[in-house]
């Protein structure tokens, strides 16, 4: 069973700062990697899909990286409203479906 | 644009049963699965299962296999998700997606609902 692990658990940052996720799944998902952002009370937000395309709507600031086991989410100059958290989750194989633990990005 | 509805929050005694629901507007499901996928309090984010609404074909996750039916009623564009046997531990906001990706099991949500919150008490 795919496994994700994602570091680091939390990222303490100030606006205007480069924020770097990792995502490392326990074997190969192609680019099959998504990654969304959550905040308090409200649903995921699709933010990557196919490790590296930015959904409709997404800011440029947001990039995805990545191939195989070793996935990163880069935010270029974080604005106060990217504080939140992050999770990536694999659709290459069954397991489907499955999402990493997740990345608190909170403001230093 | 897509909006995804959901039914509201509902409690359940151990054992009972649940049945959520998922309304589409703006546009129909098309060759796009619904994803459900739940939330502890506090927790991450846990997928359950995938439903494609062209032919009802289904893939859970194994933790919730034979415990959990996904169902779709194109007529109606509304996705179910009956959960069963409820414990404590299966208190969470549960969610519905439409994914981004058209015919690919399990693909990422693009359009989510609003969360349904299930509480499981005695």
């Known amino acids: 069973e795919i496994v994700l692990t994602q570091s680091p658990g939390t990222l303490s940052l100030s606006p205007g700062e480069r924020a770097t996720l990792s995502c490392r799944a326990s074997?190969?998902?192609?680019?099959?990697l998504a990654w969304y952002q959550q905040k308090p009370g409200q649903a995921p937000r699709l933010l990557i899909s196919?490790?590296?395309s930015r959904a409709t709507g997404i800011p440029d600031r947001f990039s995805g990286s990545g191939s195989g086991t070793d996935f990163t989410l880069t935010i270029s100059r974080l604005e106060p409203e990217d504080f939140a958290v992050y999770f990536c989750?694999?659709?290459?194989?069954?397991?489907?479906?499955?999402f990493g633990q997740g990345t608190r990005l909170e403001i230093k | 644009q897509v909006q995804l509805v959901q039914s509201g929050a509902e409690v359940k005694k151990p054992g009972a049963s649940v049945k959520v629901s998922c309304k589409a507007s703006?546009?129909?499901?098309?060759?796009?699965?619904i994803s459900w996928v739940r939330q502890a309090p506090g927790q991450g984010l846990e997928w359950m299962g995938w439903?494609?609404?062209?032919?009802?074909?289904?893939n859970y996750a194994q933790k919730f296999q034979g415990r959990v039916t996904m169902t779709i009623d194109t007529s109606t564009s509304t996705a179910y998700m009956e959960l069963r046997s409820l414990r404590s531990d299966d208190t969470a906001v549960y969610y519905c997606?439409?994914?981004?990706?058209?015919?690919?099991?399990?693909?990422?949500?693009?359009?989510w609902g609003q969360g349904t919150l299930i509480t499981v008490s005695s």
């Open positions: 989750q694999q659709y290459a194989s069954s397991p489907r479906g499955i």
């Open positions: 074997q190969s998902v192609s680019n099959f």
């Open positions: 196919g490790a590296s």
């Open positions: 703006g546009s129909t499901f098309s060759n796009y699965g």
């Open positions: 439903i494609s609404p062209n032919n009802g074909y289904t």
């Open positions: 997606a439409r994914a981004a990706i058209e015919f690919i099991v399990g693909a990422p949500g693009l359009y």
